[in-house]
């Protein structure tokens, strides 16, 4: 995975007025991890990590995924306290 050419593709993408949520779909049909694709997201859209966290999070794209990480999450805050 060329990470350099994905993320060009995206901005390109999204300058040309492809849809956010197109361009999350597309990250992660080329395999790109949540975690990757916020990264993405934020170089190619200069969108806040914070930002980007928020468009993929509440994405339909991950939307399998958002109660298994969401709970992963709750669990993380208990044990660190």
Known sequence: ???AAIEEECRRLLLSGESRENIIALLRKKG??????IQILHHANGMTIQEA??????????????QRDS???DNLDEISG
């Not at 790109?32 to 694709?37: D, E, L, M, N, T």
């Not at 966290?53 to 958002?66: L, M, Q």
Request: contains cysteine; aromatic residues 4%; positive net charge.
């Open 1 to 3: 995975m060329n990470l």
């Open 32 to 37: 790109c991890s949540k975690v990757r694709s």
């Open 53 to 66: 966290k928020t468009a993929v999070d509440g994405s339909p794209t991950w939307a399998d995924v958002r």
């Open 71 to 73: 709970e992963l999450h």
